[in-house]
């Protein structure tokens, strides 16, 4: 099945600053790549998603780069803020399975 | 916008009980997925429907089982509850299965085994 691995586990970065987070996923097949903020006991929502068929996808402070070929992909905050802070996890569907996979999380601290 | 909803929001059980999850897809969504998240650690993938059938199996213990209504809600039964079975279950659900259909998750049932 699909495995993803995600980097750093905790990221601290002073607000205004950018943050990035890695994920890279072992399925060659996948081709859904969405990422989930979560807050403490909260629901994961969607921040942003990419498919395999791109290369980058950004939305305002929020991008994402998705490297098919190395089979890894990226969130990049810019402009951190306070709210920022929060747990992200990056996730991979497969062909044929709508199943997310998810990687193990990196939490976010803007310092203000 | 309506989202989904999963009752209860909190359960405590014993040891040994049962326990049944209830989740309500957002309005015309037709698939559901239950996600187990323990403390500290990712969502896992427990099972899936589509269309009132079982679509795709995760990680799932054999003492946990879920179906799909014709209402197209779902629910999670949960039987020789264990302490480990401690976790936070999300439900999910989607417009149809495909890579343009986003999972809009519910806010979660806690359940502590005592």
């Known amino acids: 099945g699909e495995n993803v691995e995600q980097h750093p586990s905790t990221l601290s970065v002073q607000e205004g600053d950018s943050a990035v987070i890695k994920c890279t996923y072992s399925?060659?097949?996948?081709?859904?790549f969405p990422w989930y903020k979560q807050e403490l006991g909260k629901r994961p929502q969607l921040i942003i998603d990419?498919?395999?068929?791109?290369g980058e996808k950004k939305d305002q402070r929020i991008a994402v780069t998705l490297n098919k070929t190395a089979k890894h992909f990226s969130l990049h905050i810019t402009e951190t803020q306070p709210e920022d802070s929060a747990v992200y996890f990056c996730?991979?569907?497969?062909?044929?399975?709508?199943?997310?996979?998810f990687g193990k999380g990196t939490k976010l601290s803007v310092i203000p | 916008a309506a989202g989904v909803i999963q009752s209860p929001r909190h359960l405590i059980k014993e040891k040994r009980e049962t326990a049944t999850l209830k989740c309500y897809p957002i309005?015309?969504?037709?698939?559901v997925y239950w996600y187990q998240q323990g403390p500290g650690q990712d969502p896992q993938f427990l099972i899936s429907?589509?269309?009132?059938?079982?679509?795709d199996k995760g990680s799932i213990p054999d003492r946990f089982s879920a179906q799909q209504f014709s209402d197209y809600h779902s629910e999670l039964n949960m039987s020789s509850l264990e302490l480990g079975d401690s976790a936070l279950y999300f439900c999910?659900?989607?417009?149809?299965?495909?890579?343009?259909?986003?999972?809009?998750f519910g806010p979660g049932t806690r359940l502590t085994v005592l």
């Open positions: 996730a991979a569907t497969g062909a044929g399975s709508y199943q997310l996979t």
């Open positions: 429907f589509y269309e009132k059938m079982q679509s």
């Open positions: 399925d060659s097949a996948s081709n859904y």
């Open positions: 990419i498919r395999s068929n791109v």
């Open positions: 309005p015309r969504h037709d698939t």
């Open positions: 999910a659900s989607s417009n149809g299965q495909g890579l343009s259909n986003e999972q809009f």
